[in-house]
């Protein structure tokens, strides 16, 4: 079992900044590739970024050169530094944690507002 303690989440205006983090604790040794997702109201969960647990990321098209993710696995924790924010970030954002036998757990996810 991991656990995914997401924080960091609230209202912003375009152009600015918010950092999410997402703590993780249990079986955390068995953790690979850690993810950030987003939905917006009505729409469907997508990826936005990703990390390997040697660090190597992936990002959507949207929001690269925007959004950078990292990894402190000294303190299990996974960051989203999302700059630049546009009204189009607005959903809610959940972490998820990545086991190599396939199994897939989430934060409780974090709403992030971008006003225009």
């Known amino acids: 079992q991991v656990q995914l303690v997401e924080s960091g989440g609230g209202l912003v205006q375009a152009g600015g900044s918010l950092t999410l983090s997402c703590a993780a604790s249990g079986s955390i040794f068995r953790i690979d590739t850690m993810d950030w997702y987003r939905q917006a109201p009505g729409k469907q969960r997508n990826m936005v970024a990703s990390?390997?647990?040697?660090?190597?990321?992936n990002y959507v098209d949207s929001v690269k050169g925007r959004f950078t993710i990292s990894r402190d696995n000294t303190k299990n924790t996974l960051y989203l530094q999302m700059n630049s924010l546009i009204p189009e970030d607005t959903a809610v954002y959940y972490c998820?944690?990545?086991?190599?036998?396939?199994?897939?757990?989430w934060g409780q996810g974090s709403q992030v507002t971008v006003s225009s």
């Open positions: 990390i390997t647990s040697d660090g190597t990321t």
């Open positions: 998820s944690a990545n086991l190599p036998d396939g199994m897939r757990y």
